[in-house]
């Protein structure tokens, strides 16, 4: 049994395809035999072996036109199949990290919640005192950054005064920002 678009199935059904009906003559009277006769003019029918060739050529090029196409149909289907496979997969994944980080956040909600009030002071001492220390960093890094631009306009106005250009020390690496 043929399965339903494999090669020898398409070339089967082209070749039925190609095949002509036999066609019924119209009777025709016999003309007497003569040199001038136009019938002797024309070519002779086809025989079967050209007829067979004919064929042959025409299931050739059906079988590649179908053999193309459906290359290329696979071509397609594999590049759908592909993306989609990959959209399926990214969506699991972030709507699988959307609900982690959901449940942490429930997770932790609910401790706070069920937590006694000593562990609850104990929790906000712990948020005030990170809360100093970053208020601490800040502070640090706005002391530096002030006396940087103090300096940058000390520098300024020395090289204004002495008629000299001014040096960017902002810029190339001379200060240690951060």
Partial sequence: MLQPFSKTAVAA?????TR???T?????TPRPFSSSSPSLSRSPPPTSST???RTTRTTATTEAQAQSKTEATQKIRRIILTVSFAAVIFTGTIYGAGLKTQQ????EKKKVQEASV????AMLERQKLDMLRQKTEIENKLGELRARIKQNAEAEAEATAGGGQVANPGKGGGGGGQ
């Fill in 51 to 53: 007829r067979t060739a």
């Fill in 104 to 107: 942490e956040w429930k997770a």
């Fill in 13 to 17: 059904t082209t070749r039925a395809a």
């Fill in 118 to 121: 000593d562990e609850k002071v």
């Fill in 24 to 28: 019924a003559k119209p009777a025709t």
């Fill in 20 to 22: 002509r009906a036999p």
